[in-house]
């Protein structure tokens, strides 16, 4: 219940532009571990096996809150409707200039429709088990994630890259430390992000 609460909080200040950047350079790498420490005994819990691909991209200038929030609803999602048993995938890469971190996942239910709908508000995916979280979910966790990859000058993308096969990938900058913070998108850019 207290996840709800901040993400529908962090929901609401998104869509009235009040998400500040304070960007600082960190450890993309050790950020991703350092996130994934509160999603592990659950992980453990439902037997999944974690597949790590994390090379050293160096450092990355970003809001480390914005970037952990993004990332742990999305370590969340993946171990909440990810196979029993089954492995979840974590890589970061450097590409032309931007951070890319993929969190791919097995899921029964996962379909083309699921990436079409992945970041739509109150939009919950079957996934052709019984709920497997000990939280409760409202379907905002993604669309959260969406708002804050676009705040750090980002964005972010679902696609089923085969049956059952689940991946969320985040493009990031790699902004160095004289590039200005990453301008919040105008309220008719929001509004057609949230009709889309």
């Not at 999603?39 to 480390?64: F, Q």
């Not at 029993?84 to 970061?92: A, E, F, G, Q």
């Not at 508000?121 to 708002?147: A, I, M, V, Y």
Request: with cysteine.
């Amino acid at each position: 219940m207290q996840r709800m609460v901040e993400n529908l909080l962090h929901l609401a200040r998104a869509d009235a532009g009040q998400l500040r950047c304070r960007c600082e350079r960190i450890n993309p790498t050790e950020l991703l571990r350092h996130c994934w420490a509160e999603y592990a005994s659950g992980a453990e819990r439902r037997g999944l096996k974690i597949e790590w691909d994390l090379p050293d991209v160096g450092s990355v200038n970003t809001d480390p809150e914005m970037l952990a929030l993004l990332l742990g609803n999305i370590l969340e999602n993946a171990v909440n409707y990810a196979n029993p048993d089954s492995t979840v995938h974590l890589s970061i890469r450097a590409d032309n200039g931007e951070l890319l971190v993929r969190v791919g996942n097995q899921c029964a239910g996962a379909s083309d429709a699921t990436a079409e709908h992945a970041f739509d508000r109150f939009w919950r995916g079957s996934t052709g088990q019984p709920p497997n979280s000990e939280r409760e979910h409202c379907g905002l966790g993604l669309s959260l994630c969406k708002s804050l990859a676009e705040r750090l000058g980002g964005s972010i993308t679902a696609r089923c890259s085969a049956p059952g096969e689940f991946t969320i990938t985040v493009r990031l900058p790699q902004l160095d430390d004289n590039s200005p913070p990453p301008k919040a998108p105008r309220a008719d850019q929001r509004e057609n992000s949230m009709s889309a």
